[in-house]
Every structure is written in structure tokens, then in C-alpha cells.
């Protein structure tokens, strides 16, 4: 039960004698993890005293309790969580803690994937029940990625998929079966988007996909990601460009079409737009 406490100073510590092992964002580059919108997955067996204080985090956290509890905080609030919870921590200012030995999954999820963009007006919250069936995956995920070869990519892809379709079930296990097929319909349509950079998108070509009217499509996106749809093309787009320019030697030129722009200027104008830097910039930050 949420009860009102202090607000706590932004804290970090792992005590000594913690275990935490996790799959690095460099999995990003083979594509293993972006494509499920999961960014980090980790198994932690931690001692008391463990604290996680972070302001302005980028991605959405979520906690699987196997063993122990502790408690998250949102401003005043906070809410105890114990073995067999799951715990959705958003982005924003976070903080959670332990006073007890305890052990648990977690992963980093992208706010900006199509997956998880309608948990951007959600609050911290604890979900009751047994999550035991996610820690084999998430073992055998670490063990698949150890020593990854271009054999393995398959098997950790499909991983990575099936942890992600288990986290669904999760997260949309309170929404009514009319919220739950609205956003499986918009996560598939941006799904389509994503593989499709190039095309020249319209509100006409989004909706005809969905059978919608433009008026209710717009209300659509509102009410799952907070912006409009040409807004949530543009952020696939810039994502897209984000990633090229970090981890490829493509010329923006090459990246501009590849993303659906007309020529490196325009390209170049929204990056900065959306990052607040130069494709320069982007590239020499990797």
C-alpha cells in the first residue's frame, strides 16, 4: 500500500557482496535487443542497504521481485514491493531502495519504442503475483550472450523476443480487451513504419492501414503516446538516424533516404531540432 514519506536525495550505492549481471547496450548493434524495444536486461542478487537514485532517466525501469522486497518512491509516495512483484518504474526521476537481501530481474525498456510508449502517463506501480516462469529466460538470455558468435544471433533474438512477449502479458494484464487490441493494432502499424523509413508517410496512409478516421487517429495517438502521429514518425526516423550515425560510417546524405528525407539539409535541421545537436555532434558522441 502507497503511504507519504519525505522526498529522498537523488543516492546510488550497490553494497559490496552484490551480484549484478547484465546484457551491455552493445548487443544494440546487432539489432538483438532494439527491435523488442528493451534496451538492458539484468539479474541482480543484491545485498541491503542497495539504492538506485537517478533524475531525468531516459527509459522506463521494470523490476521482477524473486526474492526479499524494498520500495520505490515517486515524489512523496512509496510503495513496498515483495517476492513474485513486478514493479514499473517510469522514466523521469527515480528511486528505489532495500533494506533487506534481495535478488531480481530488471530491464531497461525504450519510452520511445512503439511497445512501451503508451506507459508514458503512467505512474509507479507495484503488480502482485508469481513472475518465477521470466527467470529462466532471463538466464538463459545471459548465458546465450556471454559469447555471442554470428550463430547465436538467431537464438538470442528470439530470446529477446519472448522475454519481451512475456513482459507484455504482464504490463497489459490490467487493460480491457478493447484498450489491449487498440494497442496492439498502433504498436503493429508503427512496427510497419519502422521497416518502411523511407516511405513518404501521411496521416491518409497511416489511417487507411488502420481503418480509422483521421480525427479518431490523432485522438488515438494522443491518448497512447502523447503526440501526434506525424510527431511519432518523425521520433522513429530520428531514432533510426541516431542509430546509423553512431554505429555506421554512412555519409547523411545515405542516411537521409534511408529515413525518408528529401536531402541532408532537411535531415541535419530536424536532428537538431529533436537532439539539440549536429549530426557531427551525434556521430563523435557514438
Given at each position: 500500500?502507497?503511504?507519504?514519506?519525505?522526498?529522498?536525495?537523488?543516492?546510488?550505492?550497490?553494497?559490496?557482496?552484490?551480484?549484478?549481471?547484465?546484457?551491455?547496450?552493445?548487443?544494440?548493434?546487432?539489432?538483438?535487443?532494439?527491435?523488442?524495444?528493451?534496451?538492458?536486461?539484468?539479474?541482480?542478487?543484491?545485498?541491503?542497504?542497495?539504492?538506485?537514485?537517478?533524475?531525468?532517466?531516459?527509459?522506463?525501469?521494470?523490476?521482477?521481485?524473486?526474492?526479499?522486497?524494498?520500495?520505490?518512491?515517486?515524489g512523496d509516495?512509496?510503495?513496498?514491493?515483495?517476492?513474485?512483484?513486478?514493479?514499473?518504474?517510469?522514466?523521469?526521476?527515480?528511486?528505489?531502495?532495500?533494506?533487506h537481501d534481495?535478488?531480481?530481474l530488471w530491464?531497461?525498456?525504450?519510452?520511445?519504442?512503439?511497445?512501451?510508449?503508451?506507459?508514458?502517463?503512467?505512474?509507479?506501480?507495484?503488480?502482485?503475483?508469481?513472475?518465477?516462469?521470466?527467470?529462466?529466460?532471463?538466464?538463459?538470455?545471459?548465458?546465450?550472450?556471454?559469447?555471442?558468435?554470428?550463430?547465436?544471433?538467431?537464438?538470442?533474438?528470439?530470446?529477446?523476443?519472448?522475454?519481451?512477449?512475456?513482459?507484455?502479458?504482464?504490463?497489459?494484464?490490467?487493460?480491457?480487451?478493447?484498450?489491449?487490441?487498440?494497442?496492439?493494432?498502433?504498436?503493429?502499424?508503427?512496427?510497419?513504419?519502422?521497416?518502411?523509413?523511407?516511405?513518404?508517410?501521411?496521416?491518409?496512409?497511416?489511417?487507411?492501414?488502420?481503418?480509422?478516421?483521421?480525427?479518431?487517429?490523432?485522438?488515438?495517438?494522443?491518448?497512447?503516446?502523447?503526440?501526434?502521429?506525424?510527431?511519432?514518425?518523425?521520433?522513429?526516423?530520428?531514432?533510426?538516424?541516431?542509430?546509423?550515425?553512431?554505429?555506421?560510417?554512412?555519409?547523411?546524405?545515405?542516411?537521409?533516404?534511408?529515413?525518408?528525407?528529401?536531402?541532408?539539409?532537411?535531415?541535419?535541421?530536424?536532428?537538431?531540432?529533436?537532439?539539440?545537436?549536429?549530426?557531427?555532434?551525434?556521430?563523435?558522441?557514438?
Open positions: 500500500m502507497a503511504h507519504k514519506t519525505k522526498n529522498i536525495t537523488q543516492a546510488t550505492n550497490v553494497p559490496k557482496g552484490s551480484l549484478e549481471r547484465h546484457m551491455a547496450p552493445l548487443y544494440e548493434r546487432k539489432s538483438l535487443l532494439k527491435n523488442s524495444g528493451l534496451l538492458v536486461l539484468g539479474i541482480s542478487e543484491l545485498r541491503k542497504g542497495y539504492v538506485i537514485g537517478r533524475q531525468a532517466c531516459p527509459f522506463h525501469v521494470l523490476l521482477i521481485c524473486i526474492d526479499g522486497g524494498g520500495d520505490v518512491w515517486e509516495v512509496v510503495q513496498h514491493f515483495g517476492a513474485g512483484d513486478l514493479v514499473f518504474i517510469p522514466s523521469g526521476t527515480q528511486y528505489y531502495r532495500s533494506d534481495f535478488t531480481m530491464v531497461h525498456l525504450d519510452p520511445h519504442h512503439p511497445r512501451y510508449s503508451h506507459l508514458f502517463k503512467k505512474c509507479a506501480r507495484v503488480w502482485p503475483g508469481s513472475k518465477a516462469v521470466l527467470r529462466p529466460m532471463f538466464e538463459m538470455f545471459y548465458q546465450e550472450s556471454r559469447h555471442i558468435g554470428l550463430s547465436d544471433v538467431p537464438v538470442i533474438k528470439a530470446l529477446a523476443s519472448l522475454i519481451a512477449s512475456a513482459l507484455d502479458r504482464e504490463l497489459g494484464e490490467d487493460e480491457s480487451p478493447r484498450v489491449l487490441r487498440i494497442r496492439r493494432s498502433l504498436e503493429g502499424l508503427w512496427a510497419e513504419v519502422s521497416q518502411n523509413l523511407a516511405t513518404p508517410w501521411s496521416v491518409e496512409m497511416l489511417t487507411s492501414r488502420l481503418h480509422v478516421s483521421p480525427t479518431h487517429f490523432h485522438g488515438l495517438c494522443h491518448e497512447h503516446h502523447g503526440q501526434t502521429p506525424m510527431a511519432m514518425v518523425t521520433s522513429l526516423r530520428m531514432e533510426q538516424a541516431r542509430l546509423l550515425l553512431s554505429h555506421s560510417e554512412e555519409k547523411l546524405h545515405g542516411i537521409a533516404k534511408m529515413v525518408g528525407y528529401t536531402s541532408p539539409f532537411s535531415l541535419s535541421r530536424s536532428i537538431k531540432r529533436h537532439f539539440g545537436l549536429s549530426p557531427r555532434e551525434l556521430r563523435k558522441r557514438g
